[in-house]
């Protein structure tokens, strides 16, 4: 009876409640059926069934509602139509975006511009190479071979010493494998690949301090302690352009000079580069009173110089500096208060009748120098191994160390190439030969390319060191400027088929002046190339 009234009373209330709308519909459908159920005293299924009818029709409203527009779709032209999944009806709500409308929406409407570089890389980028490095390019696109391509460019440009390669070769075929193996021992896996210390072994270190010290003829002591190994001569210079200098210092440059400075120094740096001219006159000697009014200039100009960098011997000239000109060097980085680096990466090459002077040699006696110089050697020329891209620093400046190791870690030398390198090294016998031969030859050679020269009427600045001609051809061109020796350049390049190096690409101020590296042929080599600029040299005296 309870139970009768309850339901009697309560059951008009959800009736006008919902009233109106499909909502109110449903609901008097689903009331009465509550009700026969829970006459039965079915509490779970009065509950359960009805909401599964409200949900069904929900369902079957919103599919009915949604067929016209899905039909419309289907049939559009071009299109098949398509199995309609159970969930389609729900999916329907959710808006529709094509492929391309959804790109659209991620990526900016107006057109999209090139993908920006930085500004440093941008300026490398567009900056145009010099004559240097387009003759070299030329030499790789056609090279001269004697039989292979005999009409090829003759290289004459690049500063590698192949006179001597042949006694490295010998000593590898013979002793390459044991050096890599240990000597005959088991390979030690862990010696060559695994990380070894950034700056060079130990091991290394103090075999080629031993190597330096042989061909300064045990003039000075090289310690380990001070040395860092870079892969080759260029990361040593630039690590040092780092630690010397700030981005808008600058160094003086005595030229002519080697052209690679201007990237080594400069690229990645910001340091900039004074050029101090040497002249003619002088034999392009390096000179105090030049350094001081170029010092001068640039103070007036509100540029700090931190340094000199200079090359013994002298790149591409080819003079030893003497130990009078060092003196004279140091006392004037004294005065400045600024820092030397001593190129000397072809101090075992000097061949002629000078002694070769290292500035370690200067500042082992003089200690109160000792921080303010820093000397770059490299393997490449002396030892006939470019490839093998070994170098370092000497320095007792503790600051300038601690820094440049860390540097080091970009131009790491990898451990194959240091355990090859200690061993021959390691081999006095071969070290001894390799270098008087090494010096023999490049004094015969440098002797026959100059006799050859000097027939065409082509006199060239007296060298000992080094393996370049420093050669006047001022007679032979056009006009006395820059455009006038880039006219016998080219002359050179595409009818000589001789790559040479101008002089204005060693910043030399004195229009004329050419640089022959004659380390890269061999003896059969120096008639061809003497026939060769002959006819450019009979060209241009008919023209004059």
């Known amino acids: ?127 145009a190479d010099s004559l240097y490095h387009v003759g070299l390019r030329r030499v790789e696109e056609d090279p001269y071979d004697e039989l292979g391509n005999p009409n090829g460019v003759i290289q004459l440009g690049l500063a590698e010493n192949k006179l001597s390669m042949d006694l490295v070769k010998e000593w590898l075929a013979e002793n390459g494998k044991k050096a890599i193996m240990g000597n005959g021992k088991e390979l030690s896996i862990s010696g060559i690949a695994t990380y070894q ?66 990237r080594d120094v400069k690229w990645r740096t910001g340091v900039e580069i004074i050029h101090v001219p040497c002249r003619s006159a002088d034999n392009f000697n390096l000179s105090i009173a030049a350094l001081d009014r170029a010092f001068n200039q640039a103070k007036k100009r509100g540029l700090k110089v931190r340094g000199v960098i200079i090359s013994n011997p002298s790149n591409p000239v080819g003079n030893l500096l003497s130990q009078e000109t060092l003196y004279s060097l140091l006392d004037f980085a004294r005065e400045k208060n600024i820092h030397i680096v001593s190129n000397e990466i072809l101090a075992g090459c000097a061949h002629g009748n000078e002694k070769f002077v290292s500035m370690a040699e200067i500042v082992d006696e003089e200690d109160d120098y000792r921080k303010r110089v820093h000397v770059v050697y490299g393997l490449s020329e002396d030892l006939s191994v470019p490839g ?33 390198l200690i061993s021959m090294l390691s081999d006095t016998k071969f070290v001894q030969t390799f270098i008087a031969i090494n010096r023999e030859r490049l004094r015969r050679m440098y002797a ?63 229009p004329g002046w050419f640089c022959f590296c004659f380390a890269t042929l061999t003896e059969k080599d120096i008639p061809v190339v003497v026939e060769r600029i002959q006819k450019v040299s009979e060209t241009c005296k008919l023209n004059s």
């Open 388 to 420: 093998l891209r070994v170098g370092l620093i000497y320095s007792f400046n503790e600051e300038v160390l601690a820094a440049a190791k860390k540097f080091t870690r970009f131009s790491s030398i990898s451990a194959p190439t240091q355990r090859l």
């Open 1 to 127: 009876m309870t139970k009768t009234r309850y339901s009697r009373t309560r059951s008009p209330e959800p009736e006008k409640e919902k009233t109106g709308g499909r909502g109110g519909a449903a609901m008097r459908v689903i009331v009465p059926l509550q009700g026969v159920v829970q006459g039965g005293g079915g509490l779970v299924l009065g509950s359960i069934i009805p909401c599964a009818l409200f949900y069904f029709l929900q369902f079957y409203l919103k599919r009915n509602r949604n067929e016209p527009d899905d039909q419309n779709e289907s049939n559009s032209p071009g299109e098949n139509p398509k199995t309609r999944s159970p969930s389609s009806g729900q999916l329907a709500e959710l808006p529709r975006l094509t492929r391309s409308l959804s790109r659209a929406l991620l990526t900016p409407r107006s057109p999209s511009g090139a993908v920006s570089i930085s500004n440093r890389v941008s300026g490398i980028v567009k900056s």
């Open 448 to 510: 026959e390319f100059v006799a050859g020269l000097k027939k065409l009427g082509i006199e060239c600045i007296g060298s000992n060191g080094g393996f370049s001609c420093w050669a006047d051809m001022r007679g032979l061109i056009s006009s006395y400027s820059e455009k006038g020796e880039v006219e016998l350049w080219d002359k050179l390049l595409n009818i000589a088929k001789v790559n040479v190096t101008p002089g204005s690409c060693c910043h030399c101020i004195e």
């Open 197 to 262: 210390p950034f700056d060079g072994l130990m091991e290394f270190k103090v075999a080629v301090a031993g190597f330096m010290s042989q061909l300064m003829e045990k003039a000075v002591s090289f310690y380990p302690s001070q040395v860092l190994l870079t892969a080759g001569a260029t990361p040593a210079i630039e690590i040092l352009s780092f630690c010397l200098a700030d981005a808008g210092n600058a160094f003086l440059v005595p030229t002519p000079c080697y052209p690679g400075f201007d």
